[in-house]
């Protein structure tokens, strides 16, 4: 196991290359925006540079061995990591920051004095986003979430949430997944409890987020939320699916009167992030949401 470092505001290089070759490994990665969005930085913040595609088999360990290899030697000058790699690249690191050591999971490497190190900017994204949501919606002071799903995505959010000092509820198919999930992220002053997905439509709160990737393209007919159900009244919504534009989950929602958001807005954040590890630089977000054809 890599050993844990804390998070660094500086940028990943003493010197900085003249060429930005930045890049996004996982497998499959047809349909990713990551490409827009960084080249979008690249040229907002005036940095000659690319962003590339890598896509590697899940079952391909030499490949991805090879790849951060590449890093090492200094070809690639950052790393996303997206499924199925964001744990299995682990094992192949010299460190990790508090954050990605306590999600369990890696989506930033950069290379700091020739070590490689993993992030995760998918936390500091999400809340991010989450609190311009939260300020656009007037639902300010309430602090109990549930959570839809139990895979790295729901870890990511629990984390975040607690960190900002929410309740959370974590619902899976299976007890034993909530209850896990739950008790990995439990400390002394945090709430968090499992729930199976059946028992969602007796919770009442705040904030639901769906992590499940149920309404993404191609199945959008699909929603998290249990049919004949009503969505709870007075909560937010919040959709980590960003693909298509309007979930049926955020479509219902706000039908029903209900604040609710996809999770672009996260996409951007956590991206704008990894760039600034990468470079030092924090990159305007307006260019980023230009580039997808959307707005924040």
């Given at each position: 196991?890599?050993?844990t ?15 930005f070759?930045l890049g996004?490994?996982g ?6 925006l ?8 690249l040229a907002?913040?005036g ?6 595609l ?9 490949g991805l ?8 030697a200094?070809?690639?000058h ?11 690249v ?10 990605a050591n306590?999600i369990g ?7 700091r ?12 994204g ?10 656009k ?31 959370v509820t974590?619902a ?5 997944q ?27 709160g ?15 007919e ?10 709870p009244?007075?909560i ?20 029903a009167?209900?604040?609710a ?16 590890i990468?470079t030092?630089?924090n990159?305007?977000r ?11």
């Amino acid at each position: 196991m890599p050993f844990t470092m804390q998070p660094s505001s500086h940028p990943a290089f003493n010197l900085q290359p003249s060429t930005f070759n930045l890049g996004l490994t996982g497998h499959p990665l047809g349909h990713s925006l990551s490409p827009k969005i960084h080249a979008a930085a690249l040229a907002a913040c005036g940095l000659p540079g690319s962003y590339s595609l890598f896509p590697i088999h899940p079952d391909d360990k030499p490949g991805l061995a090879a790849l951060l290899a590449r890093l090492r030697a200094g070809e690639i000058h950052g790393l996303n990591v997206t499924i199925p790699h964001k744990q299995n690249v682990i094992q192949l690191l010299d460190g990790l920051t508090e954050t990605a050591n306590a999600i369990g999971a890696v989506n930033t490497i950069s290379l700091r004095n020739g070590q490689l190190i993993g992030e995760n900017t998918d936390a500091a994204g999400f809340l991010s986003d989450l609190k311009k949501f939260i300020e656009k919606s007037k639902i300010e002071n309430r602090k109990s979430a549930i959570v839809l799903g139990a895979g790295g995505s729901a870890r990511a959010i629990g984390y975040a949430l607690l960190s900002d000092g929410w309740s959370v509820t974590i619902a899976a198919r299976r007890m034993e997944q909530a209850d896990f999930l739950a008790e990995s992220l439990k400390t002394a002053c945090s709430q968090i409890k499992g729930i199976l997905w059946d028992s969602v439509g007796r919770w009442r709160g705040d904030l639901l987020v769906n992590t499940t990737p149920l309404g993404m393209i191609p199945a959008t007919e699909t929603s998290p939320w249990p049919e004949n159900i009503p969505l709870p009244e007075g909560i937010a919504v919040y959709d980590l699916v960003y693909n298509p534009r309007e979930t049926r989950l955020v479509s219902e929602s706000r039908a029903a009167g209900l604040p609710a958001t996809t999770g672009l807005g996260m996409l951007i954040e956590q991206a704008a992030l990894a760039f600034e590890i990468w470079t030092g630089k924090n990159p305007p977000r307006d260019p980023l949401y230009q580039t997808v054809d959307d707005k924040p």
